[in-house]
Nanobody, 124 residues
Framework: QLQLVESGGGLVHPGGSLRLSCAADRHTILFARIAWFRQAPGKGREGVSCIGSNGGYTTYADSVKSRFTISKDENLVYLEMNNLKPEDTGVYYC???????????????????WGQGTQVTVSS
Protein backbone atom coordinates (compact mmCIF):
# COMPACT_ATOMS: atom_id res chain seq x y z
CA GLN A 1 0.00 0.00 0.00
CA LEU A 2 0.99 3.60 -0.59
CA GLN A 3 1.69 5.85 2.38
CA LEU A 4 -0.58 8.90 2.57
CA VAL A 5 -0.77 11.51 5.34
CA GLU A 6 -3.39 14.26 5.40
CA SER A 7 -3.11 17.58 7.19
CA GLY A 8 -4.70 21.03 7.23
CA GLY A 9 -8.09 20.33 8.74
CA GLY A 10 -9.62 22.47 11.45
CA LEU A 11 -12.55 24.58 12.55
CA VAL A 12 -13.67 27.38 10.24
CA HIS A 13 -16.67 29.70 10.03
CA PRO A 14 -19.10 29.44 7.11
CA GLY A 15 -17.67 31.28 4.13
CA GLY A 16 -14.12 30.61 5.26
CA SER A 17 -11.33 28.69 3.58
CA LEU A 18 -8.99 25.80 4.31
CA ARG A 19 -6.27 24.05 2.37
CA LEU A 20 -5.82 20.34 2.94
CA SER A 21 -2.60 18.57 2.04
CA CYS A 22 -1.92 14.91 1.32
CA ALA A 23 1.73 13.97 1.68
CA ALA A 24 3.14 11.06 -0.29
CA ASP A 25 6.47 10.10 -1.77
CA ARG A 26 7.37 11.48 -5.18
CA HIS A 27 6.84 8.15 -6.92
CA THR A 28 3.28 7.99 -5.60
CA ILE A 29 2.49 11.50 -6.72
CA LEU A 30 3.78 10.89 -10.23
CA PHE A 31 2.40 7.42 -10.88
CA ALA A 32 -0.95 7.29 -9.08
CA ARG A 33 -4.46 8.58 -9.40
CA ILE A 34 -5.31 10.47 -6.22
CA ALA A 35 -8.64 11.52 -4.77
CA TRP A 36 -10.18 13.27 -1.80
CA PHE A 37 -13.15 11.73 -0.06
CA ARG A 38 -15.13 12.89 2.95
CA GLN A 39 -17.41 11.31 5.48
CA ALA A 40 -19.92 13.27 7.51
CA PRO A 41 -21.24 11.91 10.81
CA GLY A 42 -23.80 9.19 10.16
CA LYS A 43 -23.26 9.26 6.41
CA GLY A 44 -21.36 7.23 3.84
CA ARG A 45 -18.06 8.17 2.25
CA GLU A 46 -18.43 10.69 -0.58
CA GLY A 47 -16.00 11.37 -3.39
CA VAL A 48 -15.10 15.07 -3.44
CA SER A 49 -12.42 15.49 -6.09
CA CYS A 50 -9.71 13.58 -7.90
CA ILE A 51 -6.70 14.19 -10.12
CA GLY A 52 -5.19 11.99 -12.80
CA SER A 53 -1.63 10.77 -12.58
CA ASN A 54 -0.17 13.50 -14.82
CA GLY A 55 -2.26 16.25 -13.23
CA GLY A 56 -4.00 17.16 -16.46
CA TYR A 57 -7.42 15.85 -15.55
CA THR A 58 -9.49 16.78 -12.50
CA THR A 59 -13.09 16.24 -11.52
CA TYR A 60 -15.34 17.37 -8.69
CA ALA A 61 -18.55 16.40 -6.97
CA ASP A 62 -21.39 18.74 -7.94
CA SER A 63 -21.67 19.89 -4.32
CA VAL A 64 -18.16 21.40 -4.37
CA LYS A 65 -17.72 22.58 -7.97
CA SER A 66 -16.48 26.17 -8.22
CA ARG A 67 -15.57 26.15 -4.50
CA PHE A 68 -12.88 23.45 -4.25
CA THR A 69 -9.70 23.07 -6.29
CA ILE A 70 -7.43 20.02 -6.39
CA SER A 71 -3.80 20.30 -7.42
CA LYS A 72 -0.47 18.62 -6.84
CA ASP A 73 3.26 19.22 -6.86
CA GLU A 74 6.15 16.78 -6.50
CA ASN A 75 5.30 15.62 -3.00
CA LEU A 76 1.86 16.91 -2.04
CA VAL A 77 -1.69 16.83 -3.27
CA TYR A 78 -3.76 19.81 -2.20
CA LEU A 79 -7.45 20.48 -1.79
CA GLU A 80 -8.14 24.19 -1.65
CA MET A 81 -11.59 24.74 -0.13
CA ASN A 82 -13.28 28.12 -0.34
CA ASN A 83 -16.69 29.45 0.69
CA LEU A 84 -17.07 26.55 3.09
CA LYS A 85 -20.53 25.54 4.22
CA PRO A 86 -21.70 23.62 7.30
CA GLU A 87 -22.51 20.67 5.04
CA ASP A 88 -18.82 20.42 4.15
CA THR A 89 -18.16 19.22 7.70
CA GLY A 90 -16.64 15.77 7.93
CA VAL A 91 -13.47 13.73 7.97
CA TYR A 92 -11.53 14.22 4.75
CA TYR A 93 -9.46 11.34 3.40
CA CYS A 94 -6.81 11.19 0.74
CA UNK A 95 -6.83 8.02 -1.37
CA UNK A 96 -4.58 6.69 -4.11
CA UNK A 97 -4.51 4.00 -6.75
CA UNK A 98 -1.12 3.08 -8.13
CA UNK A 99 -2.04 3.41 -11.78
CA UNK A 100 -0.79 5.72 -14.49
CA UNK A 101 -3.96 7.07 -16.03
CA UNK A 102 -4.92 10.44 -17.43
CA UNK A 103 -8.41 10.28 -15.91
CA UNK A 104 -9.54 9.53 -12.37
CA UNK A 105 -12.68 8.38 -10.56
CA UNK A 106 -14.74 9.46 -7.58
CA UNK A 107 -15.67 5.86 -6.80
CA UNK A 108 -14.08 4.66 -3.57
CA UNK A 109 -13.82 1.13 -4.98
CA UNK A 110 -11.02 2.27 -7.29
CA UNK A 111 -8.60 3.27 -4.55
CA UNK A 112 -6.58 0.82 -2.48
CA UNK A 113 -4.52 3.13 -0.28
CA TRP A 114 -6.03 5.55 2.23
CA GLY A 115 -4.77 8.11 4.71
CA GLN A 116 -5.94 8.39 8.29
CA GLY A 117 -8.14 11.42 7.62
CA THR A 118 -8.28 15.01 8.84
CA GLN A 119 -11.30 16.62 10.48
CA VAL A 120 -12.94 19.65 8.88
CA THR A 121 -15.64 21.43 10.87
CA VAL A 122 -17.57 24.36 9.43
CA SER A 123 -19.59 26.07 12.10
CA SER A 124 -20.46 29.52 13.37
Amino acid sequence: QLQLVESGGGLVHPGGSLRLSCAADRHTILFARIAWFRQAPGKGREGVSCIGSNGGYTTYADSVKSRFTISKDENLVYLEMNNLKPEDTGVYYCAAQKKVDYICSLSSDVYDSWGQGTQVTVSS
